[in-house]
């Protein structure tokens, strides 16, 4: 190989961006679906792939990279979901402001296969969610999650510690719950 391809693969920036691209994008493609459905999951995904490119130079060489590329999603997830916010704030006084009165569906956020699991993760702070979904979903180690929620490590054991007490308390409070409300045989 002469000296001028050798300067050119060391300068090309697909060199870097095709293998990390290969061994990250099903991992952030999955982080993007948990969080947004299968509808939006691909354009996220695209979204940090392109910041990526884009700031390839500033992008961590080994495995932070993976952690680095968790964290853009997870802001372009955040993004979405105020931008899905500003939608449904917009729909609903458009709605508020029809004189017809005919009403406007707004579509629902996605549904889990895990209903009782859903449930209970959905009345834990967005932080707690997050620490979790990290955790337990995406396999990240506590290095990774505290570089993507930009913490120390020590932080993420204590913080996952009490996110995982307080999903297991609420998933009792919700298991007690239906189980109150199941109706009960009349005794003859």
Request: aromatic share 8%; hydrophobic share 35%.
């Amino acid at each position: 190989m002469s000296k001028r391809s050798n300067v050119e693969h060391a300068t090309d920036p697909g060199l870097r961006f095709d293998p990390l691209f290969e061994a990250n994008y099903d991992a952030i493609y999955r982080y993007c679906v948990r969080r947004l459905g299968r509808s939006d999951a691909e354009d996220a995904a695209a979204d940090v792939f392109a910041v990526a490119w884009r700031r390839l130079d500033e992008l961590p060489a080994g495995e932070t990279a993976r952690a680095w590329l968790f964290a853009v999603a997870y802001r372009v997830v955040g993004n979405q979901y105020r931008s899905r916010w500003r939608q449904n704030r917009l729909s609903h006084r458009l709605v508020a402001t029809r004189t017809d009165g005919a009403r406007t569906e707004v579509e629902p956020t996605p549904g889990g296969d895990i209903e009782g699991l859903r449930n209970a993760l959905d009345g834990l702070s967005s932080t707690d969610q997050e620490l979790l979904r990290l955790s337990a979903w995406d396999g990240l180690s506590r290095s990774e999650i505290a570089y993507v929620l930009g913490i120390k490590e020590n932080a993420v054991d204590q913080r996952l510690h009490r996110a995982k007490s307080r999903l297991k308390a609420r998933l009792d409070h919700l298991n007690h719950e239906s189980s109150n409300s199941e109706p009960k045989e009349a005794s003859a």
